[in-house]
């Protein structure tokens, strides 16, 4: 049948996060970080969506912002990934993608 409810295996997070990486790929920064934020609240103990928002954050160039998301990740994530995790928030942005500047204080 075309029209069937949806499998209850079906992991909305995952599908949230697929999408919000699709946004932050072609720049719909905004997009993105509202899905992160719907995904962070709904789960709020998974490190992934706290993850995927600091990389945005940080390819629009606001560090500020996204450092202590970096260091809620890595105190969430698996012991596993922690290494890599640290790694991602010290690189570089992206080359190509224009900051956007601080707020004027």
Do not use: C, H, W
């Not at 160039?61 to 260091?71: N, S, T, Y």
């Amino acid at each position: 049948m075309l029209f069937r409810s949806p499998s209850p295996a079906l992991d909305t997070l995952s599908v949230k996060l697929l999408l919000a990486q699709v946004y932050a790929e072609t720049q719909q920064f905004d997009q993105a970080l509202g899905l992160y934020d719907e995904a962070i609240a709904t789960s709020p103990n998974n490190f992934r969506p706290i993850l995927a928002k600091a990389l945005v954050l940080k390819e629009k160039g606001d560090i500020e912002a996204a450092k202590p998301l970096f260091d809620q990740a890595v105190t969430m994530a698996p012991a596993q990934f922690k290494d890599q995790i640290k790694q991602m928030a010290t690189q570089p942005p992206s080359p190509g993608v224009s900051p956007t500047p601080a707020p004027a204080k």
